[in-house]
């Protein structure tokens, strides 16, 4: 992120700001929607990061950090839709994409196990696998982004990729029982 | 080919697949609209300036004012227990609805920490050779395989080790302790640590204790260092490592200490001197 956008948001300069907050929307949103797991709360919590961001950015003490920063206010944007939408469950609109033709993950099947294992974890668990394996970062950065110590994003990343291996793991005991139950 | 990829590499596609789209350019325009109408908070400037200029009056005068505070307070709230009988009735405390997320700002802690009982339940552990204690109402759960340097460095929280499980915390971590041992491999104390500690290429903050000052903790008779919640002992030719996996928890890291002995491992390993 240029240091230079970020002074000048920092400053008052809207213009400025709708830069960044354009150049970091989609992966903001990619971000509120893995975790979530719901379009409407994850557009929410896009939408209260970057009122959030405007609002609180003149606190940012560096500059450089902008984009961590903007990572921990989605996460905690997160956890606020995430408790406010759960008194209306019924009306969630679970996220399903069509199926990609190019099938990079392996299988269908793989697929629908990870989902099922996905929306098993904690919603922590869940942010954590996403500043991990989606965004890509450290486990330390992880856990300053969540604000908790090295130690428990470690943690979370650990028993949340276990309980990720262990459904892609029964679904292939599945199919092996399923492919010689045909086959008897 | 699922079998060839790794449940990492399995996972990052995965999410890759699944995070495509945009934010539809509705959000992003209400977005601006709500911020194009709302002040910016100010930063920290005035108030650090104000401390950095003129460090000892504002320290006094901060110190006073939270004496003041805290003063007032405990005339104004009676113990909770007391209520409101023959006192003055404690005046409403206006809640912000909105909370502000600063860059210091964290979410709420998920669980009150509790700070953790005395260790006072004995916990033997021939695997590895020593013997604890740890808090009556925890769980132990022993080690399902010896602790390796090469494959279980970097699994924080592997079976691997003995583990010790506070019931009473909620979530994922209720793992509160572990101990392992491991042989020396042929290192001395502290090459085995600097190996331990060398981070993985994609993590510069693997081991807190690589970069923390160590001091001094005599266990059970031998040389032992720790560092925030980790504390190493050198024992004959094994490392014998303790983790405490929720910081400011030193105290409670020394009293078990101070019930850790040592003895011949069962595993096939040369024995401990």
Redesign the interface.
Same mark, same amino acid.
């Given at each position: 992120v240029a240091r230079a956008l970020v002074e000048a948001a920092?400053h008052?300069d809207?213009d400025a700001? %709708?830069a960044l907050?354009?150049g970091a929307?989609?992966r903001?949103? #990619?971000?509120a929607?893995?975790i979530l797991r719901d379009v409407p709360a994850a %557009?929410d919590a896009?939408?209260e990061t970057?009122?959030?961001a405007?609002?609180?950015?003149?606190?940012?003490?560096d500059p450089e950090?902008f984009d961590a920063?903007l990572h921990? *206010?989605l996460?905690?944007?997160c #956890?606020?839709q995430g408790r406010f939408r759960r008194r209306w469950s019924a009306e969630v609109q679970i996220?399903r994409?069509e199926p990609?033709t190019d099938d990079?993950?392996?299988?269908m099947a793989?697929?629908d196990q990870?989902?099922r294992g996905f929306r098993r974890l /904690?919603p %922590?668990?869940r942010a954590a696998?996403?500043l991990h394996?989606?965004v890509g970062l450290?486990?330390? %950065?992880v #856990?300053e982004t *969540?604000?908790?110590?090295?130690?428990?994003a /470690?943690?979370?990343i650990?028993?949340a990729?276990e309980a *990720?291996?262990a459904a892609?793991e029964a679904d292939a005991r599945t199919s092996v029982a399923a492919t010689n139950g045909r086959s008897a | 080919m699922n079998g060839q990829r790794s449940v990492e590499e399995r996972i990052s596609l995965w999410l890759e697949e699944e995070a495509a789209g945009q934010l539809p350019d509705r959000v992003l325009d209400a977005s601006f609209d709500q911020t194009r109408a709302l002040r910016q908070r100010p930063g920290p400037s005035v108030w650090r300036s104000f401390l950095m200029s003129r460090p000892i009056p504002s320290l006094i005068a901060v110190g006073a004012a939270v004496i003041v505070f805290i003063v007032g307070v405990s005339f104004l709230r009676p113990g909770s227990d007391q209520g409101q009988v023959g006192g003055v009735a404690p005046t409403p405390t206006a809640t912000p609805v909105d909370v502000t997320p600063t860059e210091g700002y964290s979410p709420p802690p998920e669980r009150t920490p509790l700070p953790p009982p005395p260790p006072d339940t004995p916990f033997t552990s021939d695997r590895f050779g020593y013997d604890i204690r740890y808090p009556a109402g925890w769980t132990a759960t022993p080690a399902s395989g010896d602790w390796s340097l090469d494959t279980d460095r970097t699994d924080a929280l592997t079976a691997h080790s003995d583990h010790f499980i506070d019931d009473r915390l909620a979530g994922d971590l209720q793992t509160f302790m572990t101990v392992w041992s491991t042989p020396l491999g042929g290192m001395t104390g502290d090459e085995w640590i600097r190996a331990y500690c060398t981070p993985p290429q994609d993590d510069p903050g693997w081991c807190d204790a690589g970069a923390a000052t160590f001091k001094p903790i005599p266990v059970d008779g031998h040389d032992g260092q720790f560092s925030d919640g980790q504390a190493f002992i050198p024992v004959g030719d094994r490392m014998y490592v303790v983790t405490i996996w929720r910081p400011g928890n030193e105290p409670f890291l020394r009293q078990v200490l101070g019930t850790m002995t040592f003895h011949q491992p069962a595993s096939t390993s040369p024995p401990a001197s």
């Open positions: 920092q008052g809207h700001f %709708e907050a354009i929307a989609d903001l949103y #990619a971000i929607r893995l %557009e896009v939408q970057l009122v959030h405007w609002r609180d950015l003149p606190r940012l003490r950090r920063w921990r *206010l996460v905690n944007a #956890a606020d996220v994409l990609t990079a993950t392996g299988s793989d697929r990870l989902e /904690k %922590e668990q696998v996403v394996y989606y450290p486990m330390s %950065e #856990a *969540l604000g908790i110590p090295v130690g428990t /470690k943690s979370r650990h028993y990729t *990720l291996r892609l | -």
